[in-house]
């Protein structure tokens, strides 16, 4: 290690731009949006501040919508939760055996968490469409008819559905991050389990799961993280919308609605604090292991 | 963990890499059929080939939607936040993995926190600065706010690879006569070359991908980026499928080339924060 002492200006010179460009743009923004949540303040224009305690909490937590986007957001995050990590730990399970053609089917698995979020957005709404979509012929084709339906504005399933499309989106991050974990695993063990006679079953419930258990925590810390900061999907799949009504609100998409086309910031803020809070707790824990341990 | 036998566990294997395979990759090759089709041939056709193949939903998408302008600004976008983002997330990681300093963990900390708060959290803020310095529109501003949100994952791996290098290296480069300064140009800087293109791939996907900013600050057409567009003519003319189809296609068609390019880079650098190794 060198010592800084003797490099007193490049060491300054070479940290500042980073911590310049950082603190202004990113850790002061973050500190303005707890305050602002205390004022009142209309429009982008608007110029009258006014202290507002906590009156703005409270309208916004007496406000329906906002316990409906959270509800949502529960809901958004039990479904993301309960297909990923089956999901994603299946594939990786089956891409671990190295069968002919895993290269390929990898590739393809990942695929999706690369590709731009609204023209995927696009593709879906386009694929679900009530009319000529590729859904509804399909079933129209198989006999299945009275299964079509408008599957983004039926109220009783639209918020599912874009529930699984981000399943579709995102369970790629969850499958390679398994897959590294399952091919660390020393080969040893799984060559003694079998002179032990252990199947298939018995190597995936007593050795990778047991082993992978970290991992496992890391990916659902990861979901949880990834869903509460979905908006473009569903900002592109409702039209800028997030409705029919506020059918399928989730609290990024109302700051954005409350703040930029309702011009209440006040409001807007308070919501964009509740994000930070919760993304910031669950991201936390998943940055301070991985640090602590380095 | 090698399976050859050919067993009735792998037979159910393959069933389901295959299924979720063409679940994956079935929406994304019929949307690239469709978007050589005419919307008659669409409708009347919609699974099977174009009856002849057109070109005209790209074409339109350049001469009536001047696409080729949205595209010009996001690669621009994309290209300054990559470069900006780059040199000074390596300078900085450069400064933290080599010189012992008290406040040096302090500092990683503090970069740290960054990867914890959401642009959605920052973008209220974000526009009442932008009121204040006239950043509506200016590419500059965007830039600066994707160099400042990317940078605390940067150097959070790029620092984790220059601790890997040798010390020896930059003491000995200094020994021999470098100051500190060309220490970093001459030795570290070529030898993070692998982490930095990752990581210089990752953002460029994420600028490129972007909306919510972009959505918020960039309101004049002139300035807007391909993502915009997009939304944009989806809410203009959206049941013109095929059109739909070649936009979306367009759209995709940048991350996915770097993605098959560079492939493993793009998947290790994605979860390099959460595994290591």
Redesign the interface.
């Known amino acids: 290690m060198l010592n800084y002492k003797n490099y007193k200006k490049t060491v300054i010179c070479f940290l500042l731009p980073a911590l310049l460009f950082y603190t202004a743009f990113l850790i002061l923004p973050a500190c303005q949006t707890v305050v602002l949540s205390f004022f009142k303040w209309k429009g982008v224009g608007g110029t009258v501040f006014k202290f507002y305690g906590f009156k703005n909490y409270i309208q916004v937590f007496s406000d329906k919508t906002f316990w409906l986007s959270v509800s949502n957001l529960v809901k958004f995050l039990i479904i993301s939760m309960s297909t990923q990590l089956p999901l994603g730990f299946i594939l990786a399970y089956i891409i671990s055996l190295q069968l002919k053609g895993h290269k390929f089917f990898k590739l393809s698995f990942f695929l999706p968490a690369v590709l731009s979020v609204t023209a995927i957005s696009l593709m879906w709404r386009m694929i679900l469409s009530g009319n000529y979509g590729l859904v509804n012929t399909f079933l129209e084709v198989i006999g299945l008819e009275s299964w079509t339906r408008s599957w983004l504005t039926d109220p009783k399933i639209c918020f599912t559905v874009i529930c699984l499309i981000n399943t579709w989106l995102q369970v790629g991050v969850t499958f390679v991050i398994l897959l590294a974990g399952i091919l660390n695993i020393s080969e040893e063990m799984f060559e003694a389990a079998e002179i032990d006679g252990a199947t298939r079953f018995d190597k995936i419930f007593r050795i990778i799961i047991p082993m992978t258990k970290d991992i496992i925590g890391i990916c659902a810390i990861l979901i949880v993280t990834n869903t509460m900061k979905s908006f473009d999907l569903i900002y592109v799949l409702t039209n800028g919308s997030f409705g029919p009504g506020d059918i399928n609100q989730v609290p990024t998409g109302l700051m954005y609605i409350t703040s930029f086309i309702g011009e209440n910031f006040g409001n807007g803020s308070v919501i964009a604090v509740f994000i930070m809070i919760m993304g910031g707790l669950l991201s936390s824990m998943l940055y301070f292991k991985s640090f602590q341990e380095e | 963990?090698?399976?050859k036998k050919l067993s009735l566990?792998?037979v159910i294997?393959?069933i389901?890499?295959i299924l979720?395979?063409i679940?994956?990759?079935y929406?994304?090759i019929?949307?690239f059929i469709s978007s050589f089709k005419t919307e008659t041939d669409?409708?009347s056709n919609?699974?099977g080939l174009p009856k002849e193949y057109i070109f005209s939903n790209y074409s339109h998408l350049f001469t009536e939607m001047n696409l080729m302008r949205n595209i010009m600004n996001s690669l621009f976008l994309a290209i300054m936040t990559v470069t900006l983002q780059l040199?000074?997330?390596a300078?900085?990681s450069?400064?933290i993995a080599?010189?012992?300093?008290k406040i040096n963990n302090k500092?990683?900390?503090y970069?740290?926190?960054?990867?914890?708060?959401?642009?959605?959290?920052?973008?209220?803020?974000?526009?009442?600065?932008a009121?204040a310095v006239n950043g509506y529109n200016s590419f500059w501003f965007i830039i600066?706010?994707y160099?400042?949100?990317g940078?605390?994952y940067l150097?959070?791996v790029v620092t984790?690879f220059m601790r890997s290098i040798p010390?020896e290296l930059?003491?000995a480069a200094?020994v021999d006569g470098c100051?500190?300064?060309q220490a970093?140009w001459k030795i570290v800087l070529p030898l993070s070359k692998p982490v930095l293109a990752t990581m210089g791939m990752l953002s460029f996907?994420g600028a490129?991908?972007e909306?919510?900013l972009a959505?918020?600050l960039l309101k004049n057409n002139a300035t807007k980026t391909?993502?915009l567009a997009?939304?944009l003519f989806?809410?203009e003319r959206?049941s013109n499928?095929p059109g739909?189809?070649a936009?979306?296609?367009?759209?995709?068609l940048p991350?996915?080339i770097?993605?098959?390019m560079f492939?493993e880079n793009?998947?290790k650098g994605?979860?390099a924060?959460?595994?290591?190794?």
């Open positions: 963990m090698r399976e566990g792998n294997c393959y389901i890499l979720w395979g679940i994956t990759i929406p994304l019929y949307t669409m409708f919609l699974f040199i000074f997330g300078m900085a450069y400064i080599n010189f012992s300093m500092i990683m900390l970069f740290i926190i960054g990867m914890l708060i959401p642009v959605h959290a920052i973008i209220i803020p974000i526009s009442i600065i009121k600066a706010i160099v400042a949100t940078l605390p150097i959070f984790g010390k930059v003491e200094i100051n500190a300064n970093f996907i490129w991908n909306l919510i959505l918020v391909v993502s997009l939304t989806a809410g959206f499928y739909m189809c936009a979306v296609i367009v759209g995709v991350t996915m770097i993605y098959f492939q793009i998947i994605m979860t924060g959460s595994v290591k190794g």
